[in-house]
């Protein structure tokens, strides 16, 4: 039986392309600039990181902005 390949890892872009001064993460996506100017030559295995650490920067950030309204919601 033969398998097809596997399906290449796709880009996280959402196509709202605006580097954040204060992070230095695009907006959209949560990538560095060096890491969208390399996604197109990484392999599948780097492409991976690089999403393992948009996750790790999406939860960093979203935790956050979560923390103050939990105090909001405490008072």
Do not use: H, K
Request: aromatic share 2%.
């Amino acid at each position: 039986m033969n398998r097809a390949p596997p399906a290449p890892v796709a880009s996280p872009c959402i196509s709202v392309c605006r580097m954040d001064e204060s992070t230095g993460l695009c907006s959209g996506c949560l990538r560095t600039i060096d890491e969208i100017a390399a996604w197109s030559v990484l392999d599948d295995d780097a492409r991976r990181a690089v999403l393992d650490a948009i996750a790790a920067r999406r939860a960093r950030l979203s935790g956050a902005v979560a923390v103050p309204e939990a105090r909001d919601a405490e008072r």
